[in-house]
Nanobody
């Protein structure tokens, strides 16, 4: 069982940066692949990025590639998402997720555990 709590969301101007964190509980955190997803009002939950259990390989949605960086610290049971060059279209609730899934898994229904979400709003 893994429980997760996101933080770091907020309001930022276009071109700005935010760093999201996801604090997880549970001794098996390091055995799970982790991901970030987002959901804008009226839209389906969308894949953002994922990182393998070891913290090595990462995979990004084309819409955020080169601007966002996913990372994890297994010693601290924490997942991060560094978001740079933010755009208004990045506005959404951001969720962290954990699951024993294959690398590059971008389908949200395959993940087992979810945080409650944190709001990111980018103004133009």
């Amino acid at each position: 069982q893994v429980q997760m709590v996101e933080s770091g969301g907020g309001l930022v101007q276009a071109g700005g940066s935010l760093r999201l964190s996801c604090a997880a509980s549970g001794r098996t955190f390091s055995s799970y692949a982790m991901g970030w997803f987002r959901q804008a009002p009226g839209k389906e939950r969308e894949f953002v990025a994922t990182i393998e259990w070891s913290g090595g390989p990462t995979f990004y949605a084309d819409s955020v590639k080169g601007r966002f960086t996913i990372s994890r610290d297994n010693a601290k049971n924490t997942l991060y998402l560094q978001m740079n060059s933010l755009k208004p279209e990045d506005t959404a609730v951001y969720y962290c997720a954990a699951g024993r899934v294959p690398f590059k898994m971008s389908q949200y229904w395959e993940y087992d555990y979810w945080g409650q979400g944190t709001q990111v709003t980018v103004s133009s």
